[in-house]
């Protein structure tokens, strides 16, 4: 079972690294990201505590991306096979339904998870700047991933569920609001 669910997972990694969105979002979060320290530097001597306020916003930004990707990313994991009818290649391949659930959610999980690993040490620069310690960084990214790996469940069942992918997002979605 693990040598299909492993070779689902590399098949699903090659397939998302090919596709230019998911590049393109994450340049966007690279120029958010220094946008927001442009801007804690330049706000540092009116304000105290630069480092904070760049913590504050890069954490806010990590959660407003984790929810967008919640709702476009996770939520098509099963969805797109749905829509494209391989799923029943899958099968007969030899996965189980937990294989493919496994192979498809993960490989999107470790992306984005990827994604905050890679500014963990851009963020202990706000530990430099001033106003954090590095266990409240340690502290945030922990609850960021926590909160990552919910989103990327519900989105998950929701993707089950639905046969598109865009009520699967729109179910996300509402479920969300009511979570908030």
Known sequence: MF???????????????????NHVFRLTFVTFIYLA?????????????????????????????????GI??????????KEEETIGLLMMAGLNPLGILLGKSTSRLIQ??????VQFPFMLLSVTLGGVTPHQIIA????????MTLLANVALVWSTV??????AAGLTTILLIVYA
């Open 3 to 21: 040598h299909g669910v492993l070779a689902l997972l590399t098949r699903s990694l090659r397939q998302d690294a090919r596709q230019l969105r």
């Open 162 to 167: 639905c046969e598109r992918g865009g009520s």
């Open 72 to 81: 476009g990313f996770f939520a098509s994991a099963i969805t797109e096979e």
């Open 112 to 117: 984005a998870s990827m994604l905050l690993v």
């Open 140 to 147: 945030a990214y922990v609850a960021l991933l926590a909160f």
């Open 37 to 69: 320290l442009l801007v804690a530097t330049l706000t540092a001597g009116m304000f105290g505590a630069p480092g904070l306020h760049f913590f504050k916003s890069i954490t806010l930004l990590n959660q407003f991306f984790i929810t967008c990707a």
